[in-house]
């Protein structure tokens, strides 16, 4: 998994709540994404990062914010979630600029009751 | 905005056969294109990538045939076995983009034995 942990793995919330999932990475590494996958949708980037408090909105930004205070730790908030973000989150780190590759964490499933 | 059309949705072949998953893509200014492997409830690995300046790329059993004009590239398996049982996306990105990648909306497929 190329050093990145996701936390927590499991969670269940209620509508209205707020949530943050947090990415770890271990190797320093600039690039950081989340996406969100859902059945028949594919992997779709909800925000992302380029270097510390260096992010941008994906395609599927809204009701979500992100974080990153330092290069190892990139954080995504769901201000108040709704059963539409219901979803499994996955995590990618991109490794440099000479490759396009990214390596994804383990993923956090979410569900908003 | 769908950029990269993935088909089929879903595959079953039997042992030994040649399963083969499709891709195309609208946006010319992409230049890499990586398949992802995911296992159920493991995060996307890479599988192979492949840019447009040659047209097939074959590493073990895994090959992608890419057709630059028809802006359509694919995914093809040799000698399927059980254990490639998992969901194939399809990718591209722009080298110039913070290594933003577009994802297909993936492929399950089944191997029987």
């Known amino acids: 998994d190329a050093g990145i942990t996701q936390s927590p793995r499991h969670k269940v919330t209620e509508t209205g709540t707020p949530v943050t999932l947090r990415c770890h990475q271990t190797e320093n590494h600039r690039y950081m994404y989340w996406y969100r996958q859902d059945p028949g949708h594919g992997l779709r980037l909800i925000h992302y990062s380029y270097g510390v408090k260096d992010t941008d909105k994906g395609e599927v930004s809204d009701g979500y914010s992100v974080s990153r205070s330092k290069t190892e730790d990139f954080l995504l908030t769901l201000e108040s979630a709704t059963s539409s973000q219901t979803s499994v989150y996955f995590c990618a780190i991109g490794l440099s600029q000479s490759t396009d590759t990214q390596y994804f964490g383990p993923g956090t499933r979410l569900t908003v009751l | 905005q769908q950029q990269v059309k993935q088909s089929p949705q879903s595959l079953i072949v039997q042992k030994g056969g040649i399963p083969i998953i499709n891709c195309a893509y609208e946006?010319?200014?992409?230049?890499?294109f990586p398949w992802y492997q995911q296992f159920p409830g493991k995060g996307p690995a890479l599988l192979i990538a492949?840019?447009?300046?040659?047209s097939e790329k074959k590493e073990g059993r895994f090959t992608i045939s890419f057709n630059k004009s028809a802006k359509q590239f694919s995914l093809h398996i040799m000698d399927s076995q059980p254990g490639d049982s998992a969901t194939y996306f399809c990718?591209?990105?722009?080298?110039?983009?913070?290594?933003?990648?577009?994802f297909g909306t993936g492929t399950k497929l089944q191997v029987i034995p």
């Open positions: 990718a591209a990105s722009n080298s110039g983009g913070y290594q933003k990648v577009t």
């Open positions: 492949i840019r447009p300046d040659v």
């Open positions: 946006n010319t200014a992409f230049d890499y």
